[in-house]
């Protein structure tokens, strides 16, 4: 908790994000320049790559080779007319690595907003999937109208190039894309976020910017849940329409709107382990990213924990891999920028523990003495 404390103390949602680079304190260090952990303490990992700043990391392994599909941050003027303003990044970047870890390679500009005929800006958490022999990578960006929706571009190999569609995917909006490939070949799109990710302005189904920049405001009611819907098995399209995931208590009841250490903020990432599925998401404030396990990709999913504890910077982010017979889980952090929008991907050793339940892992380890 304290590790996120400079940054925290002002911010209080996505929505406020806009405001994150203006009050960010410090300059941000060139790739390249490692920093101290705060409070004495160390870092439990590294960046992937000093490079370029790659965040909210999907990996996934072709061939015996890891690829990560990220947000590629870029120092971006701030302003604090829109939501998540902040977060302007222009294109992708694919970083590549042996199972191992080594030859890490940063591969070239994947594709630029430039060649996205529906989007004007904000290319946020991408995900992508390998379907049919072709590499297909789901991003969202915000439309020229401002809204954030969900495109799919399609590439011969793994790190690009790929080539957008020219129109989004129908029936699909919100932000932070996660394509879970089930053993049946059946491949899911989940998708959403609150605030800054506009996801409360489709509670009704229909867009309504009056639903503003934060939630609902209903505490007491069922908090707002990512949506799924199985794609088509050319993956273009969606196949039905999406349907809410359910995430309910121990009981069997919806976590509410103001359940914060446990109700979905974004970045929906879905694995499946010993039987189950996992669905697992950032808490957005509380700044955890926490799982739910359910018997059908469609959930419900019943809350079960916290997979990794606060990092430093006020986004969460992460995937779930299974590389070569280990659990692996890539996350970001701000090391090295203290700067909110300029985060470097990680990954560390996860844990299934023989009930279930996911070890919970803390991004800070002590310090040598
Ligand atoms: O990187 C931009 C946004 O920040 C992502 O879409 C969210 O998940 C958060 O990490």
């Given at each position: 908790m304290r590790a996120r404390m400079a940054t925290a103390m002002a911010l209080t949602g996505l929505s406020l994000m806009m405001a994150s680079a203006a009050m960010a304190q410090g300059v941000a260090s060139p790739p390249g320049t490692p920093a101290a952990a705060p409070d004495s303490r160390a870092y439990l990992a590294q960046p992937l790559t000093t490079e370029i700043f790659l965040a909210d990391p999907s990996a996934h392994v072709f061939d015996g080779r890891i690829y990560v599909y990220g947000s590629h941050d870029i120092e971006a003027p701030a302003a604090d007319d829109q939501p998540g303003k902040g977060y302007a990044m222009r294109d992708y970047r694919v970083l590549s690595m042996r199972i191992d870890g080594g030859d890490v390679r940063v591969h070239p500009v994947a594709f630029a907003v430039e060649d996205v005929p529906w989007a004007d800006r904000q290319l946020w958490a991408p995900d992508a999937a390998r379907i049919n022999g072709r590499y297909q990578v789901y991003f969202p960006a915000?439309?020229?109208?401002?809204?954030?929706?969900?495109?799919?571009?399609?590439?011969?190999?793994?790190?690009?190039?790929?080539?957008?569609?020219?129109?989004?995917?129908?029936?699909?909006?919100?932000?932070?894309?996660?394509?879970?490939?089930?053993?049946?070949?059946?491949?899911?799109?989940?998708?959403?976020?609150?605030?800054?990710?506009?996801?409360?302005?489709?509670?009704?189904?229909?867009?309504?910017?009056?639903?503003?920049?934060?939630?609902?405001?209903?505490?007491?009611?069922?908090?707002?849940?990512?949506?799924?819907?199985?794609?088509?098995?050319?993956?273009?399209?969606?196949?039905?329409?999406?349907?809410?995931?359910?995430?309910?208590?121990?009981?069997?009841?919806?976590?509410?709107?103001?359940?914060?250490?446990?109700?979905?903020?974004?970045?929906?990432?879905?694995?499946?382990?010993?039987?189950?599925?996992?669905?697992?998401?950032?808490?957005?404030?509380?700044?955890?990213?926490?799982?739910?396990?359910?018997?059908?990709?469609?959930?419900?999913?019943?809350?079960?924990?916290?997979?990794?504890?606060?990092?430093?910077?006020?986004?969460?982010?992460?995937?779930?891999?299974?590389?070569?017979?280990?659990?692996?889980?890539?996350?970001?952090?701000?090391?090295?920028?203290?700067?909110?929008?300029?985060?470097?991907?990680?990954?560390?050793?996860?844990v299934h523990e023989a009930d279930g339940t996911i070890r919970t892992i803390d991004p800070f380890v002590a310090a040598a003495p």
């Amino acid at each position: 908790m304290r590790a996120r404390m400079a940054t925290a103390m002002a911010l209080t949602g996505l929505s406020l994000m806009m405001a994150s680079a203006a009050m960010a304190q410090g300059v941000a260090s060139p790739p390249g320049t490692p920093a101290a952990a705060p409070d004495s303490r160390a870092y439990l990992a590294q960046p992937l790559t000093t490079e370029i700043f790659l965040a909210d990391p999907s990996a996934h392994v072709f061939d015996g080779r890891i690829y990560v599909y990220g947000s590629h941050d870029i120092e971006a003027p701030a302003a604090d007319d829109q939501p998540g303003k902040g977060y302007a990044m222009r294109d992708y970047r694919v970083l590549s690595m042996r199972i191992d870890g080594g030859d890490v390679r940063v591969h070239p500009v994947a594709f630029a907003v430039e060649d996205v005929p529906w989007a004007d800006r904000q290319l946020w958490a991408p995900d992508a999937a390998r379907i049919n022999g072709r590499y297909q990578v789901y991003f969202p960006a915000k439309d020229h109208e401002g809204v954030f929706r969900i495109g799919v571009a399609v590439g011969d190999r793994p790190e690009g190039p790929f080539r957008p569609e020219a129109e989004p995917i129908a029936g699909a909006f919100s932000i932070d894309p996660g394509v879970f490939v089930d053993q049946d070949g059946a491949a899911y799109l989940y998708a959403g976020g609150i605030h800054g990710g506009q996801l409360q302005r489709w509670a009704t189904g229909v867009y309504d910017p009056a639903a503003g920049n934060t939630d609902l405001n209903r505490p007491d009611d069922p908090a707002l849940a990512p949506r799924v819907a199985r794609l088509t098995p050319d993956g273009l399209a969606l196949a039905e329409p999406v349907r809410e995931v359910l995430i309910v208590d121990e009981a069997g009841k919806p976590l509410k709107g103001g359940d914060l250490d446990r109700r979905f903020f974004e970045a929906a990432w879905v694995h499946h382990y010993g039987g189950l599925y996992y669905l697992s998401y950032s808490t957005g404030e509380t700044h955890n990213i926490a799982y739910a396990t359910s018997t059908s990709p469609y959930g419900p999913f019943t809350w079960r924990g916290v997979i990794l504890k606060p990092v430093e910077g006020w986004t969460t982010h992460h995937s779930v891999v299974e590389v070569e017979g280990r659990w692996k889980l890539f996350y970001h952090d701000t090391q090295g920028t203290n700067r909110n929008t300029l985060r470097s991907a990680k990954w560390t050793d996860l844990v299934h523990e023989a009930d279930g339940t996911i070890r919970t892992i803390d991004p800070f380890v002590a310090a040598a003495p």
